[in-house]
Nanobody, 121 residues
Framework: QVQLVESGGGLVQAGGSLRLSCAAS????????MGWYRQAPGNQRDLVAS???????SYADSVKGRFTISRDNAKNTVYLQMNNLKPEDTAVYYC???????????????WGQGTQVTVSS
């Protein structure tokens, strides 16, 4: 099994910054793509940004130029640097990883528990 633990959420004023972290732990053989999703009340969970094992990134149009995703493969950790935050960025942010655990023959999707980001106007 693989566990994902997010941290770094909180309350910030519009225009401010936050940095989210997501650390993967467990009996990990490999981690492929990692990503950040968010879900606001009443909305579906949407992709914010993703990064492949080789470092290729992609972003939702709404965050391009403001958010940066990165990863540290040695630490099995993915980051989301969020700048110029807007009230509409308010949501629970979830980390997701595609990984293979020891004893498992396939890659599986894993989710973190989520971290709240609230941006006040």
């Amino acid at each position: 099994q693989v566990q994902l633990v997010e941290s770094g959420g909180g309350l910030v004023q519009a225009g401010g910054s936050l940095r989210l972290s997501c650390a993967a732990s467990g009996r990990i053989i490999s981690i492929n793509a990692m990503g950040w999703y968010r879900q606001a009340p009443g909305n579906q969970r949407d992709l914010v940004a993703s990064i492949t094992g080789s470092g290729k990134t992609s972003y939702a149009d709404s965050v391009k130029g403001r958010f940066t995703i990165s990863r540290d493969n040695a630490k099995n950790t993915v980051y989301l640097q969020m700048n110029n935050l807007k009230p509409e960025d308010t949501a629970v942010y979830y980390c997701r990883a595609t990984a293979q655990a020891m004893g498992d023959m396939v890659l599986r999707l894993y989710w973190g528990q989520g971290t709240q980001v609230t941006v006040s106007s």
